[in-house]
């Protein structure tokens, strides 16, 4: 089953890479010299020696955990010592088992999750009741739930040895089984090992104890690497076939084969165990996250402010009507003295009337804005003041909700109406209907003609604190001016939008004989550049928030690193035992990075509530607009997923190049 041929096996240590100059010559140990040696099937042979003569070398050879330096080794009539390291991993996986002086049990598991670990390996870890039955094998079933740290030296070799048992391997190795227990749990895991050897397992085990080594049928007695004696004690007892038979080689290739078309543990079972860490080390876990965290739920509120404010400004845009055109008198330099907005041109009525009998333009609507105090009854309240033409409820969409608005002709005679604000009605009539009664505004009476439809608040600023008079009246009786200051066109056609613009332009320059050098004292805008210059706000807006973005990702992702860093050498045993009992490089490698990404991930989908949070705080508390979109949350996990792979991948890559062998010696 076994051959061993001049198997030699070197360390070599001492002041190698240290760098201190001078006296760098290594320190070579000969772990083993020259070992040949032959194990059939069903035998149960004990290594012993003194402290340091190899023997442990030679069982981790043996048991497919390190390769010697010269020599060959034949496992089931295959030569072993060419095989990469995730087949060795395969074949430590399938055929043996393993059972150590330390026990190595992960602390945090269960017996039962112990116990079937090697079966993860085998991407087989739904065989629960094989673990389980093991475990009963061992005079454990009601220890199942229990933690190593819960059950005696003993009864953990135990769990330890159903362990090696679970995959039903053909060779069990121990190194020391009972090195560290009592003379009782000494017996009885040595009669545990006899039994597996009756049932037909064959079983290597090293010891320095004679008496352990008597109930061995072969015992192979070393000194300094070297194999000084080999005795069978009773022939008759170990059953021993010269050849390996034909269902062995058979197994080999099975093993092989079958780890070649599953290469690596199933995905559901890694994520399993990447829980199991996660949730192991709380308090850890949940302070690593921070960053990420934060920065994502900072990123989320963010988001969903900018876009609040931008949908609500495109709606106000929307409720202007479309084909709008804002015409307005602009500032004038002469000779490099920029005067007031107006000094020079101002527009008035019969600008208005010419703009309206251009064919391209269907409504012309004047402005003028100021405030005054409105009086009914005993009830006083400021406000703002606008006069407008009467194409301005059909323009602005402000067509009121109760009662009308003012006529062309009440704008001719100067008619002393005015439509309100639902803010005004609340304030000066209350429940009351204030239509048709009369209120006095800067002490001239006026009729209220109707309620404005309601426009909301933007950002604190009451869209429905005002009141709408005519023009003329607004001029001549309140406001005491003979000029507007400015107004609104609604085009004919959105084709026209251009052409409008220039004939409205000339036009004015003419009325206002003003030289085209000059054409800037008539300001002409369209929403299209309003959007414009709103869209190009909220893009340097977004790079702002996008950098912010980086940065606490960034430094949360470092964190993450961190703590995972730390989590792979406070590991190091843990993953010393995985690749033991079977788990190769990119087992290692997909738990860490999966630990890393559901750290990340719950660390982003807590951000997202947090951020969402603070948002919807926002918006009812300072009453801004705001809007958690799909699209900053997908952003969001992406982004959380992202980062954990990469900040995950070196300590999970660190992680995999462990060698099995200095990762459980590791203290
Ligand atoms: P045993 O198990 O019989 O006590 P080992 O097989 O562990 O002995 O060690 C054999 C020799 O190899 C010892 O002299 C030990 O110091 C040396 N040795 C073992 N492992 C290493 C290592 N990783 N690096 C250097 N020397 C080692
Ligand atoms: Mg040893």
Excluded at 213 to 233: F, K, T, W
Aim: proline content about 3%; some cysteine; overall charge neutral.
């Amino acid at each position: 089953m076994i051959e061993l041929s001049g198997i030699s096996r070197r360390y070599r240590t001492g002041p190698g890479g240290n760098g201190n100059g001078g006296n760098n010559e290594a320190v070579v140990v000969n772990a083993l010299s020259d070992v040949t040696l032959k194990i059939e099937q069903g035998e149960f042979v004990a290594i012993i020696g003194p402290s340091g003569s190899g023997k442990s070398t030679l069982l981790h050879i043996l048991g497919l955990l390190d390769k010697p330096d010269s020599g060959t080794y034949r496992f089931l009539g295959k030569d072993v010592t060419r095989l990469s390291d995730n087949e060795l991993a395969a074949l430590r996986n399938g055929l043996a088992g393993f059972i150590f002086q330390q026990f190595h049990l992960l602390p945090r598991l269960t017996a039962i999750e112990n116990a079937l670990l090697p079966l993860v390996y085998a991407g087989r870890a739904e065989r629960r009741d094989s673990a389980r039955a093991r475990l009963a094998e061992v005079g454990l079933s009601h220890r199942e739930e229990h933690r190593p740290n819960q059950m005696s030296g003993g009864e953990q070799q135990r769990v330890a040895i159903a362990r090696s048992m679970v995959n039903d391997p053909v060779i069990i190795f121990a190194d020391e089984p009972t090195g560290n227990l009592d003379s009782k749990s000494e017996k009885e895991i040595v009669d545990i090992l006899k039994k597996l050897n009756e049932a037909g397992k064959t079983v290597v085990m090293v010891t320095h104890e004679r008496e352990i080594a008597e109930h061995a049928g072969r015992v192979i007695q070393m000194r300094d690497g070297y194999v000084v004696s080999d005795e069978r004690r009773d022939a008759s007892l170990t059953p021993v076939k010269e050849s390996v038979s034909a269902t062995d080689s058979d197994k080999i290739d099975n093993v092989l084969s079958v780890h070649r078309a599953v290469g690596r543990a199933e995905f559901g079972d890694q994520v399993q165990q990447a829980f199991h860490s996660i949730f192991s080390h709380k308090m850890r876990s949940a302070l690593s996250m921070l960053g990420i965290l934060i920065g994502v739920g900072a990123v989320i509120a963010m988001l969903a402010v900018g876009q609040g404010a931008r949908e609500s400004v495109q709606k106000g845009l929307a409720s202007l009507g479309s084909n709008m055109l804002h015409i307005h008198p602009g500032a004038v330099r002469t000779g490099g003295v920029a005067l007031q907005a107006g000094a020079v041109t101002r527009l008035t009525l019969q600008d208005v009337e010419a703009v309206a009998k251009l064919d391209t333009v269907r409504h012309v609507c004047p402005n003028v804005n100021g405030r005054a105090q409105l009086v009914y009854k005993n009830k006083n309240w400021n406000t703002r003041l606008q006069g407008n033409g009467a194409a301005y409820a059909e323009m602005r969409a402000s067509v009121p909700i109760v009662g009308r608005f003012f006529m062309e002709e009440e704008v001719q005679n100067r008619a002393r109406v005015v439509i309100i604000g639902i803010t005004v009605a609340k304030e000066l009539f209350g429940d009351s209907d204030p239509v048709g009664k009369i209120i006095r505004i800067n002490r001239v009476e006026f009729t209220v003609l109707g309620i404005s439809p309601p426009k909301g608040s933007f950002r604190g600023w009451d869209q429905d604190d005002f009141v709408v008079v005519p023009i003329t009246t607004a001029m001549y009786r309140l406001f005491g001016l003979d000029y507007i200051s400015d107004m609104d066109a609604e085009v004919k056609e959105a084709s026209m939008m251009d052409d409008a613009k220039d004939e409205i332009k000339q036009l004015l320059l003419r009325r206002h004989r003003v030289s085209p050098s000059n054409s800037d004292v008539i300001q002409i805008h369209d929403m299209t550049e309003i959007q414009d210059m709103l869209s190009s706000t909220a893009k340097t807006m977004g790079w702002l928030l996008g950098s912010i973005a980086a940065i606490s990702l960034v430094v949360g992702g470092i964190g993450i690193m961190n703590i995972m860093l730390v989590s792979v050498t406070e590991r190091t045993k843990e993953i010393g035992l995985r690749k033991a009992i079977g788990a190769r490089r990119s087992d290692i490698m997909v738990q860490f990075l999966i630990e890393a990404v559901v750290m990340t991930l719950s660390g982003g989908m807590i951000g997202i509530i947090l951020g969402s949070g603070t948002a919807y705080l926002l918006s009812t508390l300072a009453e801004w607009p705001v809007k958690v979109s799909g699209a900053a949350v997908a952003l969001a996990v992406t982004f959380s997923v992202i980062i954990g792979i990469i900040f995950g991948l070196w300590p999970a890559r660190q992680a995999s190049r462990l060698d099995p062998i200095t990762a459980l010696k590791y203290e």
